[in-house]
């Protein structure tokens, strides 16, 4: 499997600053994903990331709310920019499998977001 | 395109209940379907997967088959304890398209004593 872990685990923030959000993977990997979990809902994707390529974002999402970096194979940031209450959700990331067979994505513990 | 429905909560049952959480799912490819759960306050972690037709997934006393047929993948527990409170997503993934992982609205589970 691919162990994720993601900084920090969760904060509260005020309304106007921005915050980033790191995932580290202990395999290599091509793909990574960040999902946005907002209260009582299910699991939505913001965007993709894949190294050396600018990331694809969902329809909803854009790079100026949520600009991502993916400076290398194991590493990806999400920033959450000029936030607002409404962005308080549970940000997930999660990778494709480091090896061919393993069907299934893994997820991070996720990064639980508070904005006053 | 692809989308995963699932019976919305919340479900409430009494402790050594069985429990049956309905799943289906479209799909234009053949993708592997799990089931995650999402205790309070934690992360989201993988309880069961199934990657082709008739396969069953099972951990923690949770079942699901993979039925191509009526395109489901029910979950099914014999009897529920206290602690499986928590809300429960369906989900399909299609690795050979490299495309995201589809999640259903998820069912928010709660057992009493």
């Known amino acids: 499997s691919a162990v994720i872990s993601q900084k920090p685990s969760r904060d509260i923030c005020q309304r106007g600053t921005s915050l980033t959000i790191q995932c580290q993977v202990d395999s290599q990997v091509t793909m990574m994903f960040w999902y946005r979990q907002q209260p009582g809902q299910s699991l939505t994707l913001i965007a993709t990331?894949?190294?050396?390529?600018?990331?694809?974002?969902e329809s909803g999402f854009v790079i100026d709310k949520f600009p991502i970096s993916r400076p290398n194979l194991t590493f990806s940031t999400l920033t959450v920019s000029n936030m607002s209450p409404e962005d308080s959700s549970i940000y997930l990331c999660s990778v494709e499998p480091p090896r061919v067979g393993m069907n299934e994505q893994f997820f991070g513990p996720g990064t639980r977001l508070t904005v006053l | 395109g692809n989308s995963v429905t699932q019976m919305e909560g919340p479900v409430t049952l009494s402790e050594e209940a069985f429990l049956t959480i309905n799943c289906t799912y479209t799909?234009?490819?053949?993708?592997?379907l799990f089931w995650y759960v999402q205790y309070p306050g934690e992360g989201l972690q993988l309880l069961l997967k199934a990657t082709k037709a008739d396969d069953k997934g099972s951990n923690k006393g949770f079942e699901a088959t993979y039925r191509k047929e009526t395109t489901s993948f029910h979950l099914e527990k014999g009897s529920v304890q206290v602690s499986d409170s928590a809300v429960y997503f369906c989900?399909?993934?299609?690795?050979?398209?490299?495309?995201?992982?589809?999640f259903g609205p998820g069912t928010s589970l709660s057992v009493i004593p």
């Open positions: 799909a234009t490819g053949y993708p592997s």
């Open positions: 989900a399909q993934w299609d690795e050979t398209s490299y495309d995201k992982v589809i």
């Open positions: 990331a894949n190294q050396g390529s600018e990331a694809t974002y």
